[in-house]
């Protein structure tokens, strides 16, 4: 049989498309950005996550030469602001600076309605390690007398988290099941009264991360033990790391980073990813992120997805053990 020839015609109209779409896409990303961008946070207004988008935000809208607009979509661990998100349209025109706890944390403790895969990975922009900290009236001046006075006195002692299945929480799971011991939950209603329970000796132990805690631990209210991280904290450099003390799986930082809706130009993608390196990369926000409690850093969009990918695992390991819920 003859093999079936496309029209000639046909052909060169299909070229013509083909041209269209290609030249049509170029187009819009050099004519890119002709509005403001909106830049989603998942958390309320006030917040350690809001407070380093702002500081971003101004810098990057310099660079891009339009404005960089904070939106915040709180509620529901953080899933609200992701899904919102995803489910943007995939213009150029709406980005969102996350934490893993809507990534790593949220869909192993409940059906999300998105996965992974849903998003475009751009870069990190820094970083807060979790820090090990007591009341200074508890007596405990070590992670090894910490640890000590848990196993010998098993369910005495209590720690607060921002509630079940938050950071907090999670990272105190961590370390009671490499330190094996027992040291019971009692979870508040957000960060900030976790902080006040431990500061009124309602508890007497919390894995938080350092921004909130600095000024407590400088005045001399809380000790910090141990810094959950892989290196030193620079605000913190006389206090050990969680490694040092023969503990080097307990790590909980948390990590923040610019993701997209799957879809975005890559020509804009690389803009925008660009322009956030940029930015974290100037001295003076670097400074400024460091006065936050916070270490900047960038990565590459696969390094930033395989990031997220392992604190997922990590995070479903320890939900398993613990068994924890949202309840």
């Given at each position: 049989?003859?093999?079936?020839?496309?029209?000639?015609?046909?052909?060169?109209?299909?070229?013509?498309?083909?041209?269209?779409?290609?030249?049509?896409?170029?187009?819009?990303?050099?004519?890119?950005?002709?509005?403001?961008?909106?830049?989603?946070?998942?958390?309320?207004?006030?917040?350690?996550?809001?407070?380093?988008?702002?500081?971003?935000?101004?810098?990057?809208?310099?660079?891009?030469?339009?404005?960089?607009?904070?939106?915040?979509?709180?509620?529901?661990?953080?899933?609200?602001?992701?899904?919102?998100?995803?489910?943007?349209?995939?213009?150029?025109?709406?980005?969102?600076?996350?934490?893993?706890g809507p990534l790593a944390g949220m869909p192993n403790l409940?059906?999300?309605?998105?996965?992974?895969?849903?998003?475009?990975?751009?870069?990190?922009?820094?970083?807060?390690?979790?820090?090990?900290?007591?009341?200074?009236?508890?007596?405990?001046?070590?992670?090894?007398?910490?640890?000590?006075?848990?196993?010998?006195?098993?369910?005495?002692?209590?720690?607060?988290?921002?509630?079940?299945?938050?950071?907090?929480?999670?990272?105190?799971?961590?370390?009671?099941?490499?330190?094996?011991?027992?040291?019971?939950?009692?979870?508040?209603?957000?960060?900030?009264?976790?902080?006040?329970?431990?500061?009124?000796?309602?508890?007497?132990?919390?894995?938080?991360?350092?921004?909130?805690?600095?000024?407590?631990?400088?005045?001399?209210?809380?000790?910090?033990?141990?810094?959950?991280?892989?290196?030193?904290?620079?605000?913190?450099?006389?206090?050990?790391?969680?490694?040092?003390?023969?503990?080097?799986?307990?790590?909980?930082?948390?990590?923040?980073?610019?993701?997209?809706?799957?879809?975005?130009?890559?020509?804009?993608?690389?803009?925008?990813?660009?322009?956030?390196?940029?930015?974290?990369?100037?001295?003076?926000?670097?400074?400024?992120?460091?006065?936050?409690?916070?270490l900047p850093v960038t990565a590459t969009s696969a390094e930033?997805?395989?990031?997220?990918?392992?604190?997922?695992?990590?995070?479903?390991?320890?939900?398993?053990?613990?068994?924890?819920?949202?309840?």
């Amino acid at each position: 049989m003859t093999p079936t020839r496309r029209p000639f015609f046909a052909t060169i109209a299909l070229s013509l498309v083909g041209g269209l779409f290609i030249t049509g896409t170029a187009a819009q990303a050099e004519d890119w950005p002709a509005k403001p961008i909106k830049l989603i946070v998942p958390y309320a207004a006030g917040g350690p996550t809001d407070a380093i988008a702002r500081l971003l935000a101004t810098k990057v809208g310099a660079t891009l030469g339009k404005p960089v607009v904070v939106d915040n979509r709180a509620g529901a661990g953080g899933t609200i602001g992701v899904d919102a998100t995803v489910k943007a349209s995939a213009d150029g025109y709406t980005f969102a600076l996350v934490a893993p706890g809507p990534l790593a944390g949220m869909p192993n403790l409940m059906k999300a309605p998105y996965a992974l895969d849903d998003l475009q990975y751009l870069t990190l922009v820094a970083k807060i390690p979790s820090v090990l900290v007591v009341n200074s009236k508890s007596g405990i001046d070590s992670l090894e007398a910490l640890v000590k006075k848990a196993k010998a006195e098993p369910d005495k002692l209590s720690y607060s988290s921002a509630g079940p299945g938050t950071t907090p929480h999670i990272g105190m799971e961590i370390f009671k099941d490499q330190a094996k011991i027992n040291i019971l939950h009692v979870p508040y209603k957000g960060a900030a009264p976790a902080i006040t329970g431990l500061l009124g000796g309602e508890v007497q132990v919390a894995m938080v991360d350092l921004l909130p805690v600095m000024a407590h631990i400088n005045n001399g209210s809380l000790k910090a033990l141990a810094v959950a991280a892989a290196s030193r904290a620079p605000q913190l450099p006389n206090v050990p790391t969680t490694a040092e003390k023969g503990l080097p799986k307990v790590t909980m930082e948390t990590t923040y980073g610019i993701v997209a809706p799957k879809g975005v130009p890559a020509a804009i993608a690389t803009r925008v990813r660009e322009a956030f390196v940029s930015a974290v990369n100037a001295p003076e926000m670097k400074q400024q992120l460091l006065q936050q409690g916070a270490l900047p850093v960038t990565a590459t969009s696969a390094e930033y997805q395989q990031l997220i990918q392992a604190e997922s695992a990590k995070w479903k390991d320890i939900i398993g053990k613990a068994k924890i819920t949202l309840e």
